[in-house]
């Protein structure tokens, strides 16, 4: 049988090789993101074709095509919300959703804010560089105020959005933010995003090169500080991650910001899916069960 | 003429329409007697004014009809608004303690009921809706029980004192009547058959759940939420996972996505969320994921008229996100076909691989009908096209292309969590095996041949579909053609145009695309007159059968007004036009709702 042997045989980074290679201009922070995501699925020996990437679009959202695995490139903005239908049609598949700041935090908002609420169990990892990259450079919902852009050519005057305060605020149950150029921190938050029961949400610094002049490796390098590091720090407390999630300046914290585990995801609350996946279930309507439908308009 | 008896109930929003109105047509459907409903009322909680009518006959009751036989005015409003409709050998049962009759024309019986002194009206504020319901039923000449059993079931639930009540009050209503008031003419009579009574909403979530839909989701919305609501409340019994969504996007993602995933997936809207659905759809198509979009169409643009009806989104749906894709689009005829489609949709969608759009209207979704149980077949013929759901044999040649280039252009799809099948689906055009081609690769020719693969789609979507036929005699002197709801008011009009010396036939169209130009045109030949009568303002319909078969027909109907056709709108139309006196009529609604 194909699934038995598939099942047993070891996930290699080879496996995970996409198609193509990334077209991703050289030094995009999106190469390290797209690294550790093979890793952390090399590491937990998740086979490729039980895990679904989906993404809406953009230069990350790009993402599915440059890994093999199975994988939705859909529209802008609305890859949580397929990822939804996905996850609910069948709950044994690893959900992946990879995408940028603008995709998630501008057009897709409200499925942003309405995924994490409804705990649905994926990991949504944002490739955050705090500027529009496929358009030619505009202002993004995460770039800074004064920031100069095409769109903005004289300096951005609208507050940016705190993507993990909003993540708090909305209810998700797994907050975490990486460093692209953090390798190995960046692969266990991804593992631990993976593992993590509920929606997980990743917000990664992914530098743009060639759009974003303020937001560099250079900038972020003395900046980032891991909240793993502070041993005092506790990610079940609600309150302590808020705080730590207005830090903004000459320390920037990453890491696992929060998490709880006491939340049911929605696909665990719903009795529907109790007896197993939907993709799994009879076509045919049991004939009693039709027959009371009928039964009720008589 | 076939025989049939009319009721129109009135009053305002919060007092008790519904009620009576249920009664009667399970009393009517247990009597083995067929029945139309149309609910015409407001977006409005409390207050405002709601017309119920409810039609019954021996024979199929398609739609509200012409006469009133019987009007129940639950307040003076509604008194002041109907009785000019009724006419000779109608009646008009009112509660004489708060509503005073207005002229009534020669022949028409005016009932007083002074409910008072017949029931203690401040301990039941719906007691003259009872007593009136009583009364109606003697005049009609139905025995009591066959209320008793109706209101015992419908109060059960309060307790054994609240049943004994409401029936005490519907028995002094009904003795009263019998003691005061003279019986219609007709006494309604029994047939031995028995119907399901269902509104269009709940035929369509039904036919969901026959078709094997897993996936519902939905945004409220008049008048498609009926659908989410009968989902939602049997979700658990029928194993279908229902969301409410954050928006119509939202909606249309997420059933694309259950599809993807390999379940059938669905959800309904009304024009507005359709429109924010529409991006969605050319997701759906380019993908090739098929799901399948109801459309409950309501007066437009815009908020518009959010509880009346109209056939106003013809062209929205036609022109559904940008591009060139393979749909299909039908509209149902008839309460009952709002079941039956739903099956039959879904097998063309899974076997094309695009998106399927169901074009309902208010009338249909909110309205009821009497429907044969038998023909709710929960066990419709389900087709889900070439769907790889395990590894068995494994890919042709080893190497797996998602959208390999085939004849019919249907390619094998294979749903994520199968092992040697994995491949990207992307909005972007990709080549055969999914990688993208509208970046950095883009390549004419392999653009060409995707586009040529989907489109080939088209042919076989039309071979798989019925084209329509002729209704009636083919040397008729006048041809009515329509599309989705208007099928049972055009047939009428046709069966009372006959009577009157005129010969009428009825082109009536269920699948919109594929439209089966060819086979209109062979239809329509010859030198009948011919009318295109539609729900709208522009001629949505004319318009688009003209740029796809280059047919005008001689005459136009429409109405725009928010309110169905009646059988006489549509008559005194063709005669007017058959006169020659006109080419385009618009029917005045003499109904003040």
Redesign the interface.
Known sequence: M??A???TKHVAIADLKG??DP?WCPGCGDFGVLAAVQKALVELQI????V???SG?GCSS?F??FI????????HG?AL??????????H??TVLVTGGDGDGFGIGG??F??TMRRNVDLLYIVMDNQIYGLTTGQTSPTSRIGMKTKSMPFGNIEAPVNPISMALAAGATFIARGFSAEQKHLTELIKQGIEHKGFSFLDVFSPCVTYNYDNTYQWFRPRVKKLEDDHAYDPTNWMAAMEKSLLWGDEIPIGRFFERTDVPTLHGA????S?GP??H?????P?D??R???EE?? | MKQTFAIGIGGAAGQGVATPGDIFAKIF??RGLHLNAYNAYQSIIRGGHTFLTIRTGPEKVTNMGDRLDLLIPLNQDAMDRHLRLLTVGAACIYNSDTIKPGVAAEGVGLCPLPASKLADITRNKVAQNTLAVGAGLSMMGIGFQALEEVLTEQFKKKGEAVVSENVGIARVGYDYATANFRSFAWPLPVTGN?????SGN?AMA?GG??A?V??Y?AYPMSPSTGVLHWMAA??????????Q???E???V?????????????MCATSGGGFALMS??LG?SAM?ETPVVVIDCQRAGPSTGVPTKTEQGDLWQMLGAAFGDYPRALAAPLDIGDCFKIIPEIFNIADRFQCPGIVLCDLLLSEGRLSVD?KD?D??PV?D?GELI????A?PNGGVYKRYKITESGISPRA??????????????EHDE????IS???TNPAKRRAMMEKRMRKVAGIEAAVPPPVLWGPRDADVTLIGWGSTKGVIEEACEILTEQGISANQLQIRWLVPLHGDAILDILKGPRHTIIVENNYSGQFARYLRSETSFVPDGHIRKYDGEPFMPHHIVEAVKEQLRGKSKLSVPEHEILV
């Open positions: 194909a699934t042997l598939a099942d198609k193509v077209d086979p490729n074709y039980n679904v990437t989906i679009i790009n599915p095509g093999n695995t199975y994988g939705m490139h859909t529209l609305r919300a397929v990822a939804t239908g996905v996850k609910l049609a069948n044994d598949l409200n499925h804010v309405h719903e009795p529907v899916l007896d939907l993709l279930s009879d076509a045919r309507m004939s069960v039709a009371s439908f009928i308009l008589m | 459907s247990r028995r119907y399901a009574v269902i709940i039904m759940a026959a094997g897993k996936f989701c049997h979700a658990r019994k029928a194993g279908i996972m229902v969301r969504v954050e928006d996007i939202g909606v993602n997420m059933a694309i996505g259950a599809a993807h995933a390999g379940v059938r997936s991006e969605g997701l993908m149980p709710l929960f066990a389900i889900r759901t395990a590894a068995s494994g749903v994520p969590g199968v092992p040697g099948y994995t491949h990207t689906a992307a909005s972007d095996d999914g990688v993208l970046d950095e690769f």
